[in-house]
Nanobody
Framework: QVQLVESGGGLVQDGGSLRLSCADS????????MGWYRQGPGKQHELVAS???????NHAESVKGRFTISRDNAKNTVWLQMNNLKPEDTAVYYC??????????????WGQGTQVTVSS
C-alpha cells in the first residue's frame, strides 16, 4: 500500500523550474518531519530538504537559494519548489515522513520516487 504519493517530476531544461508534491494517503499518524531525498546516477542518496511540524526547514547547501520546501500540516502534504535547475539536479526524488511517538521516530515512510531530468 502506497502511503506517500508523489507527483510533479519530469524533464526540464537547464535553468527551468519544477514543483514536486507529496501527500499522505491518509493512513499515517503522528507525522513530525517531512522532507525529500534524491539519488542521482552514480551518486549517493542525498538529503535535499526537510521541514518539521513547527515549520523549521533545512536545505542542502547544493540547493540553497534555488529549492524551497513547504508543507501543509493539516493535509500532511509537502512540496519542493525547484528553481534554476541544473543538470546535476537530475535524480530520482523521494519524499519521506517520520512518524513520531514520545519524541522517538517509530517509522519512516517513503514515497514511490519521481524522476527529475534536467537537460543542458
Amino acid at each position: 500500500q502506497v502511503q506517500l504519493v508523489e507527483s510533479g517530476g519530469g524533464l526540464v531544461q537547464d535553468g527551468g523550474s519544477l514543483r514536486l508534491s507529496c501527500a499522505d494517503s491518509g493512513s499515517i499518524s503522528g507525522i513530525n518531519v517531512m522532507g525529500w531525498y534524491r539519488q542521482g546516477p552514480g551518486k549517493q542518496h542525498e538529503l535535499v530538504a526537510s521541514s518539521d511540524h513547527g515549520g523549521r526547514t533545512n536545505h542542502a547547501e547544493s540547493v540553497k537559494g534555488r529549492f524551497t520546501i513547504s508543507r501543509d500540516n493539516a493535509k500532511n502534504t509537502v512540496w519542493l519548489q525547484m528553481n534554476n535547475l541544473k543538470p546535476e539536479d537530475t535524480a530520482v526524488y523521494y519524499c519521506y515522513a517520520d512518524s513520531v511517538r514520545a519524541g522517538l521516530i517509530i517509522e519512516r515512510y517513503w514515497g514511490q520516487g519521481t524522476q527529475v531530468t534536467v537537460s543542458s
